[in-house]
T-cell receptor
Framework: SQTIHQWPATLVQPVGSPLSLECTVEGTSNPNLYWYRQAAGRGLQLLFYSVGIGQISSEVPQNLSASRPQDRQFILSSKKLLLSDSGFYLC??????????????FGEGSWLTVV | KNQVEQSPQSLIILEGKNCTLQCNYTVSPFSNLRWYKQDTGRGPVSLTIMTFSENTKSNGRYTATLDADTKQSSLHITASQLSDSASYICVVSADNSNSGYALNFGKGTSLLVTP
């Protein structure tokens, strides 16, 4: 069966420090991968999505970047964190095409607090 | 503009009671509608998914309905339990390619079930 792992679960980082959140998917190949941010009282905001290795699309200009070095690995990074980067980050994946079941699977999330 | 509106924003009910959450959308074209349950600090978990031709779908004590003509959906929870306390998110897809790019998220309804 397919599983998605995301880490770390919680992170407290000082302003100006770098960030790396990692996400891996098991049990499937060539998934579409996504990074979302969820702020209190707001819906999920799509940050990045990737349809293949090295292919990254950015939805919102920001202080973050994403990379996909391997088929089932998706990394969210920042060179210098801002206070406004604090939030709950979710990695997710979907299969390819309507036959995959129309389901998006989410990781457990990562709480980032920038101090 | 594609939008997904959920109501109420929050809800408190007594254990054992029933409740209904609402989702109205303006997403076009319409592919499918999903309800997710998100426990605090965790990733969302899929409850139901409905396509255009489906009017109702059940998953245990959860029953979702869809009226594609009025663009409304509801999630009915029967005989609520304390573990039902969570945020419930309505997600409408405008694309049958299962791409997360075409997902439109509601802000969720926060449900609290009290003893």
């Amino acid at each position: 069966s397919q599983t998605i792992h995301q880490w770390p679960a919680t992170l407290v980082q000082p302003v100006g420090s770098p960030l790396s959140l990692e996400c891996t998917v098991e049990g499937t190949s060539n998934p579409n991968l996504y990074w979302y941010r969820q702020a209190a009282g707001r819906g999920l905001q799509l940050l990045f999505y990737s349809v293949g290795i090295g292919q990254i699309s950015s939805e919102v200009p920001q202080n973050l970047s994403a990379s996909r070095p391997q088929d089932r690995q998706f990394i969210l990074s920042s060179k210098k964190l801002l206070l406004s980067d604090s939030g709950f980050y979710l990695c997710a994946w979907t299969g390819i095409g309507a036959s995959s079941g129309n389901t998006i699977y989410f990781g457990e999330g990562s709480w980032l607090t920038v101090v | 503009k594609n939008q997904v509106e959920q109501s109420p924003q929050s809800l408190i009910i007594l254990e054992g009671k029933n409740c209904t959450l609402q989702c109205n959308y303006t997403v076009s074209p319409f592919s499918n509608l999903r309800w997710y349950k998100q426990d605090t600090g965790r990733g969302p978990v899929s409850l139901t998914i409905m396509t255009f031709s489906e009017n109702t779908k059940s998953n245990g004590r959860y029953t979702a309905t869809l009226d594609a003509d009025t663009k409304q959906s509801s999630l009915h929870i029967t005989a609520s339990q304390l573990s039902d306390s969570a945020s419930y998110i309505c997600v409408v897809s405008a694309d049958n390619s299962n791409s997360g790019y075409a997902l439109n998220f509601g802000k969720g309804t926060s449900l609290l079930v009290t003893p």
